[in-house]
């Protein structure tokens, strides 16, 4: 049995006796920021001599093999590999396999033997890939990504008599069922700053060297999720905001994972600081970099915990950011999921001032920039009294801002009308602040979305992969 404690700081491993209900703790992690549980483990070998179990101890997600006394058997997968998840077990050949990169806009799949042995890579290095397990020892489904190309599901079959070797075999390919567009997003992935903020930007299809664009921040900033990964299908609709005569931008600062427990722990007790510090050296970085971003037009845009980003960013660096969308945001972090928000920056009682600084309602009186806040009234997630309570705040200031309530929908937006309306009066509001000579295209109420302003070239492409939504 796994117990946390309400900090999240405490992690103990304990056996039960069921016969009197006494308990014996094997094991104990302890992080001064928090822990970070991992659903895949314990996981018991069905022989009884023992069970895998990871720690992030010594700075890193690192695999272990341990006894049911709790003792160290073996470091399975050091921290030097970059280890991310556990995958699969197969215990009649003594093999595992993981997904792991030190990169962390990739990952790569290996496999290892629990007892001895070097990891061996199944994948081919830069890009990202994913696999899926199930009965079957000796199958598996591989899905590979890259900045290049769409995604590409096979099935994968390792002989019987060579887990050791690189000798998976490829038995067919998974089509995607999805409409095949008619380009890949012009991406590049890079690293800026004296931090090496993973970044990305988009430019336009027609993209013209020595010609300056307006730039669109597209956000995230929270834990637990990367907006930089080499999976060019995420970037559809980025591609489409592009196109319209934008660069986009996204940078991953601290607090985000896949650079080790340091990185990641930096934003403890204050959602507000470091992420909103790190989104703006990033972007002044990539201005130094590329001439071709124009910062002194520059929008940002957010959802869930982006949202919040996207409106702390205009509420309190004005001077960086020229207009903000808030989708879907947390407005102050009292009125949020519990387990969630006191993980990061503790309670309330015992972290006020973080609380305070995190809060959006703290800056409402700064607003000098023109701000557009999104909520569906239906959202379970993050509630629509959070954009209700900004937009209260920022009338009683006397603050022009925009609220666009999408009636029924909650944290989502799955109906392709709503879509279509709402990226319409997005790039419309972005057009008339940072494209003056295209303001004819922002969106009026009832109106669709405007045209590109420029005829766009076709690439040919593969499939579509569909993005994966972080929770928050």
């Not at 988009?202 to 637990?224: A, S």
């Not at 934008?246 to 650079?259: K, L, N, S």
């Amino acid at each position: 049995m796994t117990l946390l404690s309400r900090s999240q700081r405490d992690l103990e491993l304990v056996t039960v006796d069921l016969k009197t209900g006494q308990t014996q703790r094997l094991l104990h992690e302890h992080s001064d920021a928090w822990i970070n549980i991992d659903q895949d483990v314990p996981r018991p070998l069905r022989d009884g001599s023992g069970f895998l179990w990871t720690s992030e101890r010594d700075g890193s997600r690192e695999l272990e093999l341990r006894d049911y006394q709790g003792g160290l058997k073996r470091l399975v997968v050091d921290k030097s590999q970059g280890f991310r998840k556990l995958l699969h077990v197969d215990e009649q050949s003594g093999y595992i396999s993981y997904a792991a990169s030190n990169e962390p806009t990739q990952q790569d799949i290996y496999r290892v033997s629990m007892l001895s042995g070097v990891p061996l890579r199944l994948t081919q290095a830069g890009g990202y890939h994913a696999a899926s397990f199930g009965q079957h020892p000796g199958v598996y489904v591989l899905s590979s990504f890259s900045t290049t190309q769409l995604g590409k599901t096979v099935v994968m079959r390792v002989p019987e008599s060579s887990q050791a070797a690189a000798s998976d075999q490829v038995v067919g390919e998974l089509p995607s069922v999805s409409t095949t567009p008619p380009f890949v997003p012009n991406l590049e992935v890079t690293q800026v700053g004296t931090q090496n903020y993973r970044s990305l930007l988009v430019r336009p299809r027609n993209f013209q060297p020595g010609k300056k664009y307006p730039v669109l921040v597209h956000v995230y900033g929270g834990p637990h999720h990367n907006q930089v990964m080499a999976i060019a299908g995420m970037y559809m609709l980025d591609q489409w905001l592009a196109d319209h005569g934008f660069i986009v931008f996204m940078a991953d600062g601290r607090g985000t994972p896949g650079r080790g427990t340091t990185w990641e722990h930096a934003i403890a007790g204050n959602f507000a600081d470091i992420p909103l510090e790190d989104q703006v050296a990033a972007l002044q970085a990539a201005g130094d970099k590329y001439p071709e971003m124009d910062l002194s037009r520059v929008g940002i845009f957010g959802w869930s915990f982006g949202g919040y980003m996207a409106a702390l960013a205009a509420l309190r660096r004005p001077d960086v950011f020229h207009i903000g969308v808030a989708g879907a945001p947390v407005v102050d972090w009292r009125d949020y999921d519990t387990c969630y928000t006191e993980r990061y920056i503790s309670t309330p009682q015992e972290n006020p001032d973080g609380y305070e600084r995190s809060s959006l309602l703290t800056y409402a009186s700064q607003l000098r920039r023109p701000l557009v806040l999104i909520h569906g009234t239906a959202d379970d997630n993050v509630l629509f009294f959070h954009s209700l309570k900004l937009s209260q705040a920022l009338f009683r200031a006397g603050k022009p801002h925009e609220l666009l309530p999408l009636p029924g929908l909650t944290h989502m937006v799955p109906d392709p009308v709503v879509t279509e309306r709402l990226w319409g009066r997005i790039v419309g509001a972005f057009s008339a602040v940072l494209r003056p000579e295209l303001a004819h295209l922002a969106v009026k109420p009832g109106a669709g979305a405007p045209p590109l302003p420029e005829p766009i070239p076709v690439v040919p492409s593969g499939t579509v992969q569909k993005k994966p939504q972080p929770r928050r």
